[in-house]
């Protein structure tokens, strides 16, 4: 275990505005006083600002005191405790002040016609201890103590202005009125990252700092108290990072603390707040009803910080405080309280609370209910179905249909993103050989009636949410072993987040178990192990998973199920090199998406069509369908699929050569990869995110992505794959042509089928820049194979990058290499792939500036700066300056007077564009065609010589 450090922690991390304003309290005017009150749930750092108070407090004189919740029934007893050091000045007072002062600090009380008496012998009493020293007066907790206290105190606090006096204090419940407050609000992850590493040895890594900020929920008490509970492997991210809080901890035990002291009344209405999750006051009001209670219990509560009562949600302040109330209290009383609750929910859109509720009050085994459970469950899916399941295979007393409820509770919480809890719900399922022994063969599961339709769901990515109109695959003849559906959902788990031989290993069993009874999901496990395939660089072992899935394709199959079967196919023939095979198969699969419909429609058959679409090069057709599969898994919230689908939608919007909109689906990818714990598919965005900086050449983030991506990956996989190509570019980019060629030769060795070849195809234009002198032969190989896919696609952009590799390599100067250029150009899309125009316009440039035509060469080097700068790509605009340079031009810096050289509508776009409106807003404002305004801009850049809409905006005047 990582222990915390015990040394006095006194930075205050995302408490920037609290210290201030009590530095500012402090240093005021010494004949003038002032307040403030900080205010905020327990463990968000009120004592700690407390503390800070104190230690900048070393001119003044210290009266400091907290309430006490024990006391909370004595009038004045905080206020005793506060004033008890200096209540011998009390003679200085008025001889009625002094004794009305002492009678309530004795025990004696204070009348109500003498509040206000009281109250200003208070503030005289702390004006005469302030007569040699100015006073800092501090109360924690005000709330917590007694009322009269807390009132006394704020009403001097009001009336400081003309007092050497500063008084702080701190509550959990809305603050005093009159008085200057602060909300003490969560930390962000930065603030919590900070956090962390005052209190570890070793910062954890950072998936783990975002995971227990998470957890925390910017509580800088929980923070500390997670980071009492991790151990080393936690911190180094090879182990899940703790997802709750200990019961024990300094937070849990705040709350137990407020708990106690509360009435009997109180804590029942508490428990059934805590265990109504749906926090719908008129539930609550009705439950209390039937028991003889009245919700206006819970006021001690909410003034004790345990509950936030609003108008229309009745919650709690920290997943803790709920469950400190449901631990405290007795068995028998969370039963009679889950019982009280399911007797007023009635409505049917409250089936699924109802049978939770009651399954919760259950002492054994119950079928019948088991049964509500299940069915219940399938209507609402998500987390919550998956919580459903997993108690009604507790509750059941079939073993078949046990099983089969947990793996559907598994797929349910993987498909939330809940990987930890599903990894725990398959580890109870045997494999499928195992479970086939273990259940009966004969027993018809299909006759459960809360089994969701066709034959049973299978992985949430291959078949969405089961239940009414999105049940499985295909209806078959049996509804699959839960073994085999537990291996195919224990593969894809593995296969994201894992290990890809054990998740390989898996898929294949699944495969196995699976043929026999639901030839869909035989084929979807098929599938997903060549992903795994594919992920791991063993692509040569492809040939025997399209073989198997030949065997389980059958003639007049429904779109869904000859979609994966001609993927695998077409695939395999990719693989092997018979494009002529390959492309009709694949363009077959991008038709067959679709067709889809209905529960047919599913992220993982668009995402298979979307990569299908990437490999026959219909890039805006796989956009499409990735961006259909991002969408429908959010619609469905099957957050488990969005990771995938971003990385094919941003490989798509590479081609596209859209690099922005590639980079920011890259940064969604991972941040939802790592909330979901899908550590492979992290790299992969890594790895892409590293690809496009180097290709921006944006070091900054080039070299943060790849610190991030590490050593981990295994030689040939994806992710070691793109952080090779990465380096690669930023070698090319600096002149080291030889260590790049070297780089991406090694990606692959396409003889053998090992390795990253789709990745080495993607990198090949580099290749061959960087290979054509050093490396020929390697250039001249890896082309080969890049020119036989280009021509098997009716791609424009793949012909124009295999045009410009074959200029790259013809003899310098010659008829060959400028028409190969000239031919490259004019087969780069006008709308799309802009950045590889100017990349083959810098070239072409470079060529003919070589070839001793400077003239001609200026014209394509003009070109790519513009593009280039547009694009604020600026070391390749700083490229064709130098290009430009030696061509015999010089790209000057911007002219003073900018305006003047522009037109009016030149100049209005550049005003719109220096105020920070995109292209698209300026063309909305100013009634013009997008392409309209990218023509202006890049005119506006040329005519002023700036590289970016910064330098833009300081140009004008």
Sequence with gaps: MVTASPVQITVLRG???????????????????????????????????????????????LLASAGLADEASLPYAGLQRLLDPVLDRAGELPASDSRLLRRALAGSGCPPERQLALSLAVLRLLAVVAGSRPLLCTMDDVDLGDRPTAEVLAFAARRLRRLPIAVVLTATSAPPGGLPSYRLGPLDESDGAALLADRLPEPPVGPVTEALVAAARGNPQALVDLAGTLTAAQCRGDEPPPTTLPADGALGRAYRSRLDRLPDDTRRMLLLAALDEDGAPETLVRAARAGGDSIADLTPAERAGLIRVEAHRITFPHPVARSAVVTAAPIAERRAAHVRLAGVLDDPAQRLDRALHLAAAAAGPDPALAGELAAAAVTVGGARAS?????????????????????????????AGETRRAQLLLSRVPSGPAALSATDPAAPSGTDPAAPSGTGPVAPSETGPAGPGRGGAVPGPAAPPAGGRADLLRGEVELRCGRTPAALRALLAAADVLAGTDRPAALAALARAGEALCFSGAQYRYADLARRARVLSRPGDPPEVELTGTYLAGVSATLRGDLEQAGPALRRVVVLAGQLTGAALTPALLCWAASAGLLVAVDGAAHRLAERAVELARERNELSALPRALELRAIA?????????AAESSREGLRIARAAGQANVVAVHLGMLAVLAAVRADREVYLRRLGEIGDGPATYSRPWALAQWAVAVLDLTDGRHAAAAARLAALARPGTGRGQVLVQVMATPYLVEAAQLSHRPVAVAALALFDRWASSTASPSRRALSARCHALLAPRGSDEAEERFRTALRLHPVDTGVFERARTALLFGRELRRARRPRDARTHLHDAWETFTLLAAGA????????LRAAGESVGAPDPAAARLLTGQQLRIAQLVAEGATNREVAARMFLSTR????????IFHRLGVRSRTELARALP
């Excluded at 205010?39 to 968000?44: A, D, I, K, Q």
């Excluded at 919007?653 to 909109?661: D, S, T, V």
């Excluded at 309209?932 to 005119?939: Q, S, Y």
């Design 15 to 61: 408490r920037d505005e609290e210290r201030r304003a009590i530095r500012r309290l402090l240093a005021g005017p010494t004949d003038a006083g002032a307040a403030l009150v900080l205010h905020g749930e327990p463990g968000s750092g009120r004592s700690a600002l407390l503390g800070y108070a104190h230690r900048h407090a070393r001119k003044f004189a």
């Design 387 to 415: 919580t459903a399941l997993e108690r009604a295979a507790e509750l059941g007393d079939d073993p078949a249909r046990v099983a089969e409820r947990r793996v559907d509770a598994a797929r349910y919480a993987w498909a």
């Design 653 to 661: 919007e590479y081609w596209l050569g859209r690099h922005a909109a």
């Design 876 to 883: 390749w605009a700083d490229q064709a300056t130098a290009e």
């Design 932 to 939: 309209t305004v990218d023509h202006h801009l890049r005119n």
